[in-house]
């Protein structure tokens, strides 16, 4: 610790090189911090699902609609013990740029399936007795100004809900108690979209509650085989596996957000090395004559590889503290439907810091060594 403050002197005899060497180092955390975190956010919905529920859409695709007679049918499956379902409405506040999620689901079982939606007795009375009522999540109540009692006009996105305009009264903001359910939704009756559809009767998917989770698979089976080789065939699959497969849609995203990582790392990392290399080219006679002087060579190494540690420390921790202050799920719109809100978690920033000391430390690594192994008369023909 003694020659603490002769690393913070080196450091600061190119304050320019420093500097943009830390930016850079603190890029690389940034944006491994932010990377992780949207993963996170994709994965979350899937980790905290329920056991006990499945979701059975059409074996095509969940963009196309079931008849809502299947549901007398999944009910007469041993084992499944609630049932509810979900429409996507698709509609339009004000600007196509305000997009967020609205379901059109069976308000009164879909709320008892999903414990995880939290309303006061109050608000989830003053929805179920109001047909055009509708419930907003507390992050999208933040993001649009919505209030108990506000008017909301949606213009219609799916053709098959027709033309005119629909209304809803707010009657309730709720709280995500899982991350199964995110905050920027917005939830009404199925029945006041169906009523209005052209086609009546049609269902996104189903929600099933099931009486032993060791038998989902079974029962999953069970459901599907009911509908085999009719025109609505469908695909039964646990929460978690569900929410992975909507996940799914935008691609491997494991592997590209991975990939644009460990580029931006080993990109840092030649910058980072290339800067240790300058400035150990720079201080060849000032080590010549530390080794002079009586510095042992184990010194030299820890004083360079030290340099090289404080550099890139210095821009790990700029690069997790903007990452935790600037990335928010709700405030880039990245929330809603089935992505619960994210942030950087404390474990992300910490590994972005870990990934700043890898890079000082791989950085340093050569650089130091060569220094600590420079002969004196060698080190004092070099003009630096």
């Known amino acids: 610790m003694k020659f603490l403050a002769l690393i913070f002197k080196s450091a600061r005899r190119s ?14 955390v940034f944006l491994f911090a932010s990377l992780r975190a949207v993963l996170d956010g994709f994965n979350a919905g899937a980790a905290g699902s329920s056991s006990t529920r499945i979701i059975t859409i059409r074996s095509t695709s969940l963009i196309f609609a079931m008849p809502s007679s299947h549901a007398n049918a999944i009910r007469g499956v041993d084992g499944v013990r609630d049932l509810s379902w ?104 199925w029945k006041y979209a169906d009523e209005r559809a052209i086609e009546k009767g049609q269902i996104g998917w189903f929600v099933e509650e099931i009486d032993n989770p060791d038998r989902s698979a079974a029962i999953a089976l069970a459901i599907d085989e009911k509908f085999t080789n009719t025109p609505y065939e469908t695909k039964t699959n646990t929460e978690q596996q569900f929410m992975a497969s909507f996940a799914s849609m935008f691609g491997n995203l494991n ?47 820890f004083f360079i590889a030290g340099e090289g540690m404080l550099i890139s420390l210095l821009g790990g921790v700029l690069g997790a503290g ?25 474990r992300n920033a910490l590994t972005g810091l870990a990934i700043s000391a890898g890079i000082g430390l791989v950085a340093g690594l050569v650089p130091a060594t060569l220094a600590s192994r420079l002969k004196i008369v060698d080190a004092l023909r070099r003009v630096a």
Not at 19 to 27: E, M
Not at 322 to 343: D, Q, W
């Open 322 to 346: 903007l990452a935790v202050l600037l990335v928010n799920g709700e405030r880039l719109g990245i929330t809603g439907g089935f992505v619960p809100a994210f942030g950087v978690s404390p």
């Open 15 to 28: 304050k320019r090189r420093t500097a943009l060497t830390a930016l850079s180092v603190a890029i690389a």
């Open 255 to 301: 592997l590209l957000l991975g990939s644009i990582a460990f580029a931006v790392v080993v990109t840092t990392l030649f910058v980072a090395a290339n800067t240790m290399a300058m400035s150990v080219r720079e201080r060849t006679t000032e080590i010549a004559v530390m080794r002079t002087l009586g510095f042992p060579s184990q010194t030299i190494f």
């Open 86 to 189: 979900a429409n996507w409405f698709g509609g339009i506040y004000k600007d196509p740029q305000n997009f967020f999620a609205q379901f059109a689901v069976d308000a009164e079982s879909y709320l008892r399936l999903y414990p995880e939606i939290l309303l006061t007795p109050d608000e989830k009375q003053a929805f179920l007795d109001d047909r055009t009522g509708c419930v907003v999540g507390d992050g999208l109540a933040r993001t649009y100004g919505f209030k108990v009692g506000d008017r909301i006009v949606l213009q219609v996105g799916i053709p098959i809900y027709g033309t005119q305009d629909f209304t809803f009264t707010v009657r309730g903001i709720y709280r995500a108690g899982g991350t199964a359910v995110d905050n920027q939704s917005m939830m009404f009756h």
